[in-house]
């Protein structure tokens, strides 16, 4: 069964401050993903990563960057966090090879005052 | 620009009859679609899916529907029960970029005791 974490469920931060957002998978999946989650926007894709340190941008990159040092763990970071990044946070994992199926962690909910 | 629609935000339905969840897409390059559902503090778990190369593909209690032509794919729940309730997203990836997945905006579903 794969489980995907994430490391808050809430966080709540002011404008200005950094924010990391932590994700592990437990699966040794290849490819991992962080998305944000808007009413009526559906899931849209911010970064993904194929590998150890490799990363691609999504579709939605901007006032975002993620680090991935290890395989299990891929990192979510806000270097300013503004009000309009107020949102669900939601990290998957995916086997490499062609696998289909992503695995979505419980998201985490951010809001920025 | 969405590339993937669901126009209906949301659905209800009493338990035991149909519940059609619709999807509208507009990239002739995606090649598989899938639905994942959603509970309230919990990620999308992954539904069904299916092939570009296929009309039907059905598990259990649901079938999705997929009419190229149209562009156009269906998620049937036959019957409905309570415990469907949730928010249904569409999903689809282009043929060119594997690892890339477009959703649509969802469509919360309700199913009546």
């Known amino acids: 069964d794969v489980k995907v974490t994430q490391s808050s469920r809430y966080l709540v931060k002011r404008t200005g401050e950094k924010v990391f957002l932590e994700c592990v998978q437990d699966m040794d999946h290849e490819n991992m993903f962080w998305y944000r989650q808007d009413p009526g926007l559906g899931l849209r894709l911010i970064y993904f990563s194929y590998d150890v340190k490799m990363k691609e941008k999504g579709d939605i990159p901007e006032g975002y960057s993620v680090s991935r040092e290890k395989k299990e763990r891929f990192s979510l970071i806000l270097e300013s966090a503004s009000t309009n990044q107020t949102s669900m946070y939601l990290c998957?994992?995916?086997?490499?090879?062609?696998?289909?199926?992503?695995?979505f962690g419980p998201g985490t909910r951010l809001l920025v005052l | 620009d969405q590339q993937v629609k669901q126009n209906s935000p949301s659905l209800s339905v009493q338990e035991g009859r149909i519940s059609i969840l619709n999807c509208d897409y507009t990239n002739s390059m995606f090649d598989y679609f899938l639905w994942y559902k959603k509970y309230p503090a919990e990620g999308p778990t992954f539904l069904i899916s299916i092939s570009s190369i296929k009309d039907k593909n059905e598990d259990g209690r649901f079938t999705v529907f997929l009419n190229k032509s149209a562009k156009h794919l269906s998620l049937h729940i036959v019957p409905s029960q309570p415990g469907d309730s949730a928010v249904y997203f569409c999903a689809a990836r282009r043929n060119n970029a594997g690892n890339m997945l477009t959703f649509g905006g969802g469509t919360r579903l309700m199913v009546k005791p």
């Open positions: 998957a994992s995916r086997r490499g090879g062609g696998g289909e199926t992503q695995y």
